[in-house]
């Protein structure tokens, strides 16, 4: 069992029509026809999204974003049209918002690793591989990698656990073409992004991406895949201190740690095996985290966040 331990009810604004309440999003469509993506500070541990949210976070990931779309924008195009606050939205939308083209969303994480942890670490135990790629004898959690790879995962609903594929499924899902299309736009994007994470003393370990494909281009021959969602914030990436990287240990990381750490100790008194749902967190965990998010955004960027 997992999945809302209280789901949001969505916020009604004239002009937009509610689509979908996300782990972390809330996604709408104005009059235009244009996506509006609104960032909550809602937090998920575990495929449960939990009761307790982490002020501010919603508004980093967005401004992490929109910092790597700029970054990112001449080795592909992104769905963000403008950051700013929809009409008749509320105050609290603003910093948190994004007005997005709207695409046919590939089904399909593109996700690429340069360092061996999680689910890849878990896989690689069991195979030596992960989505069918051979990986040399020896490594253990937090191995630099020879070089990065592209792990695709299937998308999962809400709760439950997205699941690693070979880049054959890709293939068969999507086509030859594009298939190859995103596993070169995944590594040309986190190849770059890890050279700017390394000079700042940060190891971007892995990373997932979400590609689409506007409408109008659909079954042309010079489709190129948009990168849309967020891309590189400690909610789909994992970000280790370089001077602290000691493979053969957990790493530490700019992310949700302290709650994964804290709803698995005894302090938390959760079963993470049963089925009742996460309890509510403790201020202590709820700021320590938001300053993770925090520092994450400031060692990157350069600048304070506030």
């Known amino acids: 069992m997992s999945g809302f331990v209280e789901k949001p009810e969505p916020v009604e604004v004239p002009g937009l029509q509610h689509l979908h309440t996300g782990k972390v999003r809330d996604l709408y469509r104005n009059e235009r026809g244009e996506l509006v993506m609104v960032a909550s500070d809602r937090i998920s541990a575990y495929d449960w999204v939990l009761p307790t949210e982490i002020p501010e976070k919603g508004k980093i990931l967005t401004q992490l974003s929109l910092w790597w779309f700029d970054l990112l924008a001449d080795l592909v195009p992104n769905h963000v049209l403008s950051s700013e606050l929809p009409p008749g939205a509320p105050a609290d939308w603003e910093g948190r918002t994004l007005v997005c083209r709207s695409l046919r969303m590939v089904p399909v994480e593109c996700v690429a690793r340069g360092y061996l942890t999680g689910s890849g670490l878990a896989e690689y135990r069991e195979t030596r591989t992960v989505c069918g790629i051979a990986l040399p004898e020896g490594l253990t959690d937090g191995s630099e990698l020879p070089s990065p790879i592209f792990t695709p995962a299937t998308k999962a609903a809400v709760g439950e656990h997205d699941e690693n594929v070979a880049y054959e499924e890709v293939a068969h899902r999507v086509g030859a073409e594009p ?128």
Do not use: M
């Not at 021959?221 to 957990?250: K, N, Y």
């Not at 100790?265 to 509510?280: H, M």
């Open 179 to 306: 298939a190859a299309q995103l596993r070169q736009a995944t590594l040309a994007v986190y190849n770059r992004a890890r050279e700017i994470a390394r000079a700042r003393g940060i190891i971007l370990a892995d990373t997932k991406f979400e590609f689409g494909y506007a409408e109008a281009t659909l079954g042309a021959e010079s489709a190129e895949p948009v990168l849309a969602d967020e891309v590189l914030t400690p909610d789909s990436s994992r970000f280790w201190p370089a001077d602290q990287w000691e493979p053969g240990r957990a790493q530490p990381s700019f992310d949700k740690q302290y709650v994964r750490d804290w709803l698995t100790s005894p302090a938390s008194g959760w079963d993470r095996g049963g089925e009742q749902p996460p309890p509510p967190l403790p201020a202590e965990v709820v700021e320590r985290t938001r300053a993770k998010y925090a520092e994450a955004y400031e060692l990157l960027t350069g600048t304070s966040w506030k």
